[in-house]
């Protein structure tokens, strides 16, 4: 079990520009989740897939973000045309099971920095 | 809807010294609960939860909740803190039928010597 891993860990990125960051999650885990985080703040869920399939976003996640997983197995998710707002570090999750109470685990995050 | 209030940002106490955490919840059905520790560059980790049974649960690191529906309260007690402890500390409710967690705005533990 190597847990969950991000990539990259962190990005700087002008604003304008499309980012996508990469999510590993522990190998047989059927769900996934990404959250963002803002200083100060706690993690504000996005978006979750069990296998492959997404299932539920989050008002926050506009139409310039985009999630994938495509085999069920890593997870992608693209920012467009970032903005300044979208400054935040971003956490991914997994968890085995189906119910709201199974363990989510939490990778490292990615820091995405829009200057 | 789910909320979840943490009472201080930033609590320090002395090494040796109880660690309480504070969190109110409001939620129109039975909660799930959590509380998550997140050291630097680290992910967070999950220290305890409740689903539903026993009231007060034991979890890592010698961490401990009460879950008091009364009060809509589920308060993070620690009797002795190490200097290790120092970390982020978030609560968290989940409900029956819903994925994600709700996370409140963190509490900032800092131990001194």
């Known amino acids: 079990d190597t847990g969950v891993s991000q990539d990259p860990r962190h990005k700087i990125t002008k604003r304008g520009q499309n980012v996508t960051f990469r999510c590993d999650p522990i190998?047989?885990?059927?769900?996934l989740y990404w959250y963002r985080q803002t200083l100060g703040q706690g993690p504000e869920f996005l978006t979750y897939?069990?296998?492959?399939?997404?299932?539920?976003k989050s008002r926050l996640l506009s139409d310039r973000f985009s999630a994938e997983r495509p085999k069920g197995s890593f997870s992608t998710l693209e920012i467009q045309r970032t903005e300044q707002g979208d400054s935040a570090m971003y956490l991914c999750?997994?968890?085995?099971?189906?119910?709201?109470?199974?363990?989510?685990?939490f990778g490292p995050g990615t820091r995405l920095t829009v200057t | 809807a789910q909320s979840v209030t943490q009472l201080g940002s930033h609590v320090s106490v002395s090494e040796g010294a109880l660690v309480l955490l504070r969190c109110n919840y409001s939620s129109s059905v039975p909660p799930y609960l959590f509380w998550y520790v997140q050291y630097p560059n680290q992910g967070l980790q999950l220290l305890l939860k409740?689903?539903?049974?026993?009231?007060l649960v034991k979890g890592i690191n010698g961490f401990e909740a009460e879950f008091k529906k009364s009060e809509t309260s589920f308060h993070l007690t620690k009797p002795s803190a190490h200097m290790s402890d120092a970390a982020e500390y978030f609560c968290a409710v989940s409900r029956q039928g819903a994925q994600k967690l709700v996370f409140g705005q963190g509490t900032r533990l800092t131990i001194n010597p």
């Open positions: 999750a997994s968890s085995l099971g189906s119910g709201p109470t199974s363990e989510q685990y």
């Open positions: 190998s047989e885990h059927n769900r």
């Open positions: 409740y689903t539903t049974g026993a009231t």
């Open positions: 897939f069990q296998n492959e399939a997404q299932l539920e």
